[in-house]
């Protein structure tokens, strides 16, 4: 049993080494093969699926034209990246220069997404034909006005990574509970978005929901509007506005509850997501509040307002100018969360000693107390000396920290104990000069790493996808035009010629060069480099390598044959 069971492995892998190597079975069943081993994991599958992933790649190479082979890693890239990230990489690295189809004038003077799927609607007589026919004819003119330049077109190397593959949906469970995410915002690392493919895959999916995303913003606006005039003007009448409020306010409650739901660890760690959860519960609790019980404290008006206002601000992170600063705000406040703890740690040490050293006692003379009080012009307390108490302590710190030494005067006006001058001494080198110039430093460099374009359009791709997941019903995900097996893109000529010749220089951040087809090359007049470091020694020795896999590829093949073929002869006799 055992060897029958070694012999049927071995034919196994055979076959599936067959099936790789030959391009017509693998185009066959290249996606069974991937679906099954990509939930299994040694060393067997992990050499399978380094050898689909080589095998694509040289099909790149022989004929780009040819797009069938590209679907295997777009449809399982999520496992991939999961379990084989550093393939999923390289892939994309060696594809970030993905298919080109032509070189065209055009006035897009930067990155244009767009997809060519052809749609046939019924046409539906409208009154309003005269003012479509004025529009029309406005963006025709405009268009026309506009400087044109050369842009080269390509096809973004992923097919499929924006459509929903699964048809069968459950209406009810997708509206109120786990909808599925779409393949691409599985991939949320922020490596991949500093390539033109998923930079153009952005620029596409926000042309398809930024109406919605605008209509969101509308209602909040009033939403906002309401709870801000009635909580602020205070007149008698404004019951309506808070009851407006109530029902604005749950209903974009409900959509914060079905994303927390849908994926709470993911929802908690977004801190923006804080502010917008809290920005709604808590108006909604004192608009209901205020009209059952009448006017609440001012500090609970004042904080929904303050939150309120925050989250209109967080409208603006999806553009660019506005959401670099976002993405900085949030990023660099992770990176040194840390250090703050830290900080704050040493400022509650320092704040105990004063504490313990400065609070009021009768015999301490600076505070004039006597036993019988008939000296006594005021007791000392929170007022008088901060450090009477210990949370009034901490706060005497940090006004030290930033400048404010007010809460030590009594103490410096006259002789110094020389316990407190040590402390002093102590905490203003320490914290006030070391520690906040390291605090300093260390925000600067969090600012270099946060302070990318890609950082931004990650940032972007979750506000999308958030869209997409939730204001979206589900038979929407059926609509070709918005996610297409396809999607184009158009870059100015000049970008990609001085991308393609820091590549040929070495002088970009790429591990690998990525693959620059003969056609593009040719388009754009660009000769192939000629490699002078590779010495021809080193070619033979390459050629020899690759020769020797070859062999042992078909003596592998050939062992299998006559493994079978004893099989077969011995079970006809």
């Known amino acids: 049993m055992i060897e029958n069971r070694k012999d049927k492995d071995e034919e196994y892998k055979a076959l599936i080494l067959y099936i790789i190597n030959d391009p017509i079975e693998f185009s066959k069943f290249g996606s069974e093969i991937l679906k099954v081993v990509i939930n299994e994991k ?101 268009h026309h006005l506009k400087i044109k330049e050369e842009i080269i077109s390509f096809i973004i190397p992923f097919p499929q990574i924006c459509k929903y593959q699964d048809n069968n949906y459950n209406n009810w469970n997708e509206i109120l509970y786990k909808p599925k995410p779409i393949l691409f915002y599985n991939i949320d690392t922020n490596n991949f978005y500093k390539w033109w493919n998923f930079a153009a895959i952005i620029d596409f999916k926000w042309k398809i929901f930024e109406k919605i995303y605008y209509l969101i913003w509308l209602i909040y606006t009033i939403f906002f509007l309401c709870f801000a005039l009635a909580s602020t003007l205070e007149q008698d009448n404004n019951n309506i506005l808070f009851i407006i409020s109530i029902l604005l306010g749950f209903i974009h409650l409900t959509f914060e509850i079905r994303q927390c739901l849908w994926n709470p660890k993911f929802y908690f760690t977004d801190l923006w997501n804080l502010f917008d959860v809290g920005a709604y519960f808590l108006s909604i609790i004192t608009s209901i509040y205020w009209l059952i019980y009448g006017k609440p404290p001012l500090w609970i008006i004042a904080f929904s307002n303050l939150l309120l206002n925050i989250k209109f601000l967080l409208f603006f992170r999806v553009f660019e100018s506005f959401g670099i600063y976002f993405v900085l705000m949030i990023g660099v406040a992770k990176k040194v969360f840390p250090f703050l703890i830290v900080l704050f740690l040493i400022i509650s040490g320092f704040a105990h000693a004063f504490f313990i050293l400065l609070k009021p006692n009768k015999n301490d003379d600076d505070n004039s107390i006597n036993p019988d009080g008939t000296t006594l012009i005021q007791s000392p307390n929170s007022n008088t000396n901060m450090f009477s108490l210990f949370p009034t302590s901490l706060l005497a710190m940090y006004l030290l920290l930033i400048g404010n030494s007010d809460s030590l005067s009594p103490w410096t006006s006259h002789q110094t104990p020389p316990s407190m001058a040590f402390f002093l001494v102590l905490f ?143 079970n006809t006799k």
């Open 42 to 142: 040694n060393d067997f599958i992990i050499h399978i699926i380094q050898l689909i992933f080589d095998k694509i790649i040289e099909l790149i190479k022989k004929n780009s034209a040819d797009y069938s082979y590209m679907a295997l890693i777009s449809l399982y890239l999520p496992k991939l990246c999961d379990h084989y990230s550093h393939l999923v990489t390289k892939y994309i690295i060696y594809t970030s220069i993905p298919i080109c189809l032509s070189i065209k004038n055009s006035t897009n003077t930067s990155l244009h997404a767009y997809s060519n799927n052809i749609s046939i609607e019924k046409s539906i007589p409208s009154n309003n034909s005269y003012i479509k026919r004025l529009i029309s004819f406005y963006k025709s003119l405009t």
């Open 428 to 570: 203003t080198f320490f914290t006030v000069i070391y520690l906040m110039n390291l605090f300093i430093g260390l925000l600067n460099v969090a600012i270099e790493n946060y302070d990318k374009n890609e950082e931004f359009l990650l940032q972007k791709a979750k506000i999308i996808m958030e869209i997409e997941l939730f204001y979206m019903l589900p038979y929407q995900r059926c609509n070709k035009k918005w996610f297409p097996d396809w999607i184009h893109y158009d870059i100015p000529v000049n970008k990609v010629y001085k991308l393609i010749n820091a590549i040929d220089n070495n002088r970009t951040e790429f591990n690998s060069p990525p693959f620059i087809s003969n056609r593009l090359r040719n388009l754009l007049k660009i000769p192939e480099p000629i490699n002078e470091n590779k010495s021809f020694e080193e070619l033979k020795q390459q050629m020899r390598d690759e020769f020797k896999q070859q062999i042992k590829d078909m003596q592998e093949l050939l062992n299998s044959f006559i493994k079978n073929s004893n099989t077969y002869h011995v």
